[in-house]
């Protein structure tokens, strides 16, 4: 006998300092000469070559199964030509498989800002409206082949998520 499957609605809050906090940080615009302080990336690359690079993603609509985390490494994300976008996010359980599903939050990004995942975040994204969006990511240059750690609610809870 089949389970059927659950369609859980993620509302997505617009990003802050303060909501984004336990996930990691959201960085805006400085002035130029302005002295590395708290409001700068605070960067975990230090176990591995770090990687940069933009990647090229067409429209994947607003529903996502899986879940990732990076335990090696920060991870920083950010769209190119000021377009929003949406990502959903668990904090960090390092000892766990999987994220509490009543702690995954869901944040609508605007295009002045990046994101910075701290160690172990769960994430679900980068997810976005338009054609395409092209993205800055920072992480390691082997993360997505050994440090990519996927959890996949279909198989665990017959679950779905949608960001409204």
């Not at 499957?5 to 002035?31: E, W, Y």
């Not at 591995?48 to 090696?72: A, S």
Request: net charge negative; with cysteine.
């Amino acid at each position: 006998m089949s389970q059927s499957l659950l369609l859980k609605q993620l509302p997505a809050q617009l990003i802050t300092v303060d909501n984004f906090r336990p996930f990691g940080q959201v960085i805006f615009p400085s002035q130029d000469g302005k002295g590395f302080d708290a409001e700068d990336a605070q960067l975990n690359l230090q176990n591995g070559i770090p990687r940069f690079y933009i990647m090229h993603l067409t429209h994947r609509g607003r529903k996502f199964h899986k879940i990732t985390r990076h335990v090696q490494c920060t991870q920083c994300l950010g769209s190119l030509a000021g377009k929003d976008w949406l990502m959903a996010v668990a904090p960090p359980n390092n000892n766990i498989d999987e994220p509490a599903i009543e702690q995954i939050a869901a944040f609508r990004i605007p295009g002045n800002c990046f994101i910075k995942l701290e160690v172990g975040t769960w994430h679900a994204g980068p997810f976005f409206d338009h054609e395409f969006v092209d993205f800055y990511s920072l992480e390691l240059a082997d993360t997505n082949i050994i440090d990519h750690f996927t959890h996949n609610f279909y198989q665990s809870h017959q679950l779905e998520f949608e960001f409204v």
